[in-house]
């Protein structure tokens, strides 16, 4: 059996920047351990899978390890291939998911991704999250992560988390962010129990962030940068229960799998 794939850099204008997805088109539905094999391989934050469904497409994640409820950088990488490499003529594609539908759309250069907005509430910090980050936070929140927040950019770049004691947490991961220097917000994600130590640019990350920003700042329509390694813009804007994110995805790579 023969599968086409894609890799692509996703949040960036050129490559080796942004976070790098796998995408894998299919005709049907494989065996949920030969899905996870192939994400193991690829050993990517993510690996995105998926099939025709009506008008549009059924579409799902895995990390290395497991399969996740919902991935930013991902769904970016795999509209970006349908746009640019599969012909997709509509101007609107419309992901099903776990998350529900998706929704992304050409915006001159970039694309911009119809999400559900995931607010977050102040919660008390566990010991093992300042343990694992080594500070004490100006404040505490949490969804699907936990939300924790530090007065500057300088202190975001630089943490040198405890990978083992992240991977302790209740939750999916850590996000730690801070107003930025150049951008309204600055962040960066860390999620080793799901097999990613630090993840580049976290789309997903963005539906909690976002949120939160937008009601401390009083503002709708944000600028972000994640500031990891390779580091990623995205934009971001909230309207009621939807947070739209947008960013540009490069092509690095076309290969094929020889199952």
Not at 69 to 85: K, N
Not at 182 to 206: C, L, N, Q, W
Not at 209 to 227: D, E, F, G, M, V
Not at 230 to 242: H, I, L
């Amino acid at each position: 059996m023969a599968l086409l794939q894609y890799q692509i850099d996703a949040f960036a204008t050129r490559p080796f920047e942004g976070n790098s997805a796998a995408v894998v088109p299919l005709e049907r539905w494989l065996d949920e351990g030969l899905l996870q094999a192939i994400a193991m391989e690829n050993n990517l934050s993510e690996t995105a899978f998926f099939v025709p469904d009506g008008n549009g497409f059924q579409l799902r994640w895995l990390t290395p390890t497991k399969e996740v409820d919902l991935c930013g950088h991902a769904t970016l990488a795999t509209a970006h291939a349908l746009f640019e490499h599969m012909g997709y003529a509509k101007p609107v594609i419309r992901f099903s998911t776990r998350s529900g539908d998706l929704f992304v759309e050409r915006r001159g250069d970039r694309l911009a991704m119809d999400f559900p907005a995931q607010p977050t509430q102040p919660v008390d910090a566990p010991e093992v999250l300042i343990n694992g980050l080594g500070l004490v936070p100006q404040a505490v929140e949490a969804n699907v992560d936990y939300l924790v927040v530090v007065e500057t950019e300088a202190q975001v770049r630089a943490l040198g988390p405890n990978m083992t004691e992240l991977s302790k947490l209740d939750r999916r991961g850590v996000m730690v962010t801070a107003p930025g220097d150049h951008k309204d917000f600055v962040s960066r994600f860390f999620a080793p129990k799901y097999g990613i130590p630090e993840d580049p640019v976290t789309g997903s990350a963005h539906c909690q962030l976002a949120p939160y920003w937008q009601r401390r700042l009083n503002k709708n329509t944000l600028s972000a940068r994640q500031i990891s390694k390779r580091g990623g813009d995205v934009d971001c804007e909230v309207s009621g229960d939807r947070v739209t994110l947008l960013g540009q995805a490069v092509t690095v790579m076309t290969a094929e799998w020889s199952l």
